[in-house]
């Protein structure tokens, strides 16, 4: 499996920004989705995921504010980010989990200030 992000960026308190990834090299089907993140310093961390029936789960800290969602005909997932602050500045990671099968993309950096 193979997973390549984009939608990265500067962008200013307040504002949004859409994170994309394609999937290939696997049944895109039976892959849970998900987007975490990684700030300087801290723990890489669980933002958002999908199955693929549609059912989500969010970090407390999303608060309403992203929204995940996934493409079967497109083999994507993209991560809607409204509101930004500056404490979602981090390395942001698409994943895909099968049972043990777990792979990463290799992180877009999101950053958010004035």
């Known amino acids: 499996v193979q997973l390549v992000e984009s939608g990265g960026g500067l962008v200013q308190p307040g504002g949004s920004l859409r994170l994309s990834c394609v999937f290939s090299?696997?049944?895109?089907?039976?892959?849970?989705m998900g987007w975490y993140r990684q700030a300087p310093g801290k723990q890489r961390e669980l933002v958002a995921a999908?199955?693929?029936?549609?059912?989500?789960n969010y970090a407390d800290f999303v608060k309403g504010r992203f929204t995940i969602s996934r493409d079967s005909a497109e083999r994507t997932v993209a991560l809607q980010m409204n509101n930004l602050e500056p404490e979602d500045t981090a390395v942001y990671y698409c994943n895909a989990r099968f049972i043990k099968d777990v792979n990463w993309g290799q992180g877009t950096l999101v950053t958010v200030s004035s």
């Open positions: 999908v199955t693929s029936d549609g059912n989500t």
């Open positions: 090299g696997g049944i895109f089907s039976i892959y849970v």
